[in-house]
């Protein structure tokens, strides 16, 4: 076969086959951030790298951002809150290296239904300026990143970042999930390992990860956030009013 027709196909072959970029650990991050809204806010996409970025904005009224900080920070820590955050699909939960008032370090021990399945994760929170290049803290914003992997076995495949913003009426939260990060636990590098390598290529995306997986993670992002905004605004109250009568005095 003639070398100029060989080399376009082999290049084809491997575009099919590791897709664009496919090694990269670049996560599209440009609206993530954003104080308006996008075209994009809830739903999935396949992206060139067999990636499937996953979205869902939840409206959440009466709650604010310092609120749901402080269930992820202080106040969630046995089974029984975990359930009431998704009384039908949250089922067991416990804390890795968790201080008081602090989540990144952490490592959330999670089982939990995401549609027909129950997946046993392990969600190891980290500094959100480690997904977000233009992060910064603010007043009236909470934002918390994760590495999201098996349980039982020593390997992340998913990043995920929620980023909550105060409104006139309460607070909005955007969810985000790159659904097929795959790296060993604790890798900062996807190429750094076998796993990383064969994972994180475009033909095991496509065959490991399907739309319905991709759908499944946004329905239940939606519910358990919904979920959340109806109990927590009186939640936070009751559990706090104490301390702020006493620091008021």
Known sequence: ??????????????????????????????????????????????????????????????????????????????????????????????????????????????????GDDLQKLRIQFVEPANFLANYQQQNKQFVVCARVGLLEENINMTSMCHVVRDTPWGAEMRSIFWLGHVAKRDGNNQDSSIEGLLGNTALARFILIDSQMSVDLMTHAIEEMGFLADFLPELYSSQTSSTTDISVK
């Open 1 to 114: 076969m003639n070398r100029r027709v060989i080399i376009p196909v082999v290049l084809l072959l491997l575009l099919a086959i590791f897709g664009y970029n496919p090694l990269s650990p670049h996560r599209n991050t440009i609206d993530v951030l954003t104080r308006h809204y996008t075209s994009f806010e809830t739903g999935s996409q396949r992206q060139a790298n067999g990636i499937y970025l996953v979205k869902a904005l939840t409206r959440m009224p009466g709650v604010k951002a310092h609120m749901v900080r402080w269930w992820f920070a202080d106040y969630m820590q046995t089974t029984q809150h975990y359930k009431r955050w998704h009384p039908t699909a949250h089922v067991w939960m416990d804390w890795e290296n968790k201080k008081p008032g602090k989540i990144v370090g952490a490592s959330h021990l999670v089982h939990e239904y995401i």
